[in-house]
């Protein structure tokens, strides 16, 4: 396991645009998430002990802030190749046993990836109503190893900072997690590959 933090991407930020599949080949576009208040965007997978330590507490906040109108995609990069349980199959199958009620979605090329500047799983990235970047970084200061609880504190404030139309702390925090997994010679250049 390679232990990456997220890149931090500029706060203002345009939502790059996406068009993907979800494991039953549904597609799923940004686009098709305009209207909402928010839009959060979580790179992840299946396999990352990062990604399964928050997973009860991702599906059940997750789920709360769709009731409250934001729109929520997962999207999964890593190269099934390699990494064969993040295959969509796998997906499909991960999304129904944590309860994930977001469209969890598949970026084959990782070209989607690239271009939200994603580095690790979990990443996170927030949007508000006109879909620019208001929060990057951490959900909480929980990790696999330090034993503190799954709050999800830091992601709950920004996101309902943008609901109630208040400002989002500017000092954030960078997620921490495992790389993406990318295809050989893949790595994009904010890595120096």
Known sequence: MSLQNSTMLPLGTQAPDFRLPDPTGQIVSR???????AL????MCNHCPYVKHIRSGLASMTSEYREKGMAVVGISANDVDTHPADSPAKMAEEARSAGYTF??????????A???RAACTPDFFLFDADQKLVYRGQMDDSRPENGLPVT???????????LAGQPIAAEQKSSIGCN?????GNAPDYFGG
């Open 31 to 37: 686009d098709d998430l305009k209207g909402a208040p």
């Open 40 to 43: 959060l965007v979580i790179f």
């Open 103 to 112: 469209p969890y979605l598949y970026d084959e090329s990782q070209e989607i």
């Open 114 to 116: 690239k271009a939200y």
């Open 152 to 162: 999800g504190s830091d992601l709950r404030a920004a996101m309902d900072a943008i």
């Open 180 to 184: 993406i997994k990318w295809k050989s």
